[in-house]
């Protein structure tokens, strides 16, 4: 599956531009090589090309050279084993100790929900998706992704009301 998009309609482009600028200053930056890998993980989701698997791969690679402690490269790994590897058992692993370390971050349980819903447990994603959502009430990606596993579950009234939130 792969979708064009208009140019940098997800932002991705410019996130890449601004980390490379950050990395410029300071290549020791662990934080902006987990996030680039981020970048490069949902560029690979909308584009599916290889080159941008491999680049989240070799940047959260080099997060967790820099810091292997940090919960934003394993955070990367997670998205990236959830997308790009499709190793859910590590996306799994890694995005619970995340959400373990970071029980307040929206995007640490919006990512797990995720990486749940396409391991078929709709409705432990859910719960993670509609937390995410509580936590950052204004990111509609948020509520985009409790609206689709809603959906997925056939539970359309609720569906409906989660489009109200937008």
């Known amino acids: 599956f ?69 919960p934003e490269a394993q955070l990367a790994r997670g998205l990236h084993a959830t997308y790009v590897s499709k190793d859910l058992d590590q996306a799994l692993a890694d995005l619970a100790a995340v959400v373990k370390s970071r029980p307040n971050s929206a995007e640490a349980h919006w990512v797990l929900g995720l990486a749940l819903r396409r391991n078929g447990r709709m409705d432990e994603a859910l719960g993670h998706l509609a937390l995410a959502c509580e936590l950052d009430p204004l990111n509609t990606s948020y509520a985009n992704g409790a609206y689709v596993t809603l959906k997925g579950l056939r539970r359309l009234p609720e569906a409906i009301a989660q489009i109200d939130l937008w």
């Open 2 to 70: 792969r979708r064009e998009v208009p140019e940098d309609e997800y932002g991705l482009i410019e996130s890449k531009r601004l980390l490379g600028e950050a990395l410029g200053f300071d290549q020791n930056y662990a934080d902006a090589y987990a996030l680039l890998s981020q970048v490069n993980t949902w560029e690979h989701f909308h584009s599916a090309r290889p080159e941008d698997g491999a680049a989240a791969k070799q940047a959260f690679e080099r997060a967790f050279a820099l810091d292997p402690q940090l």
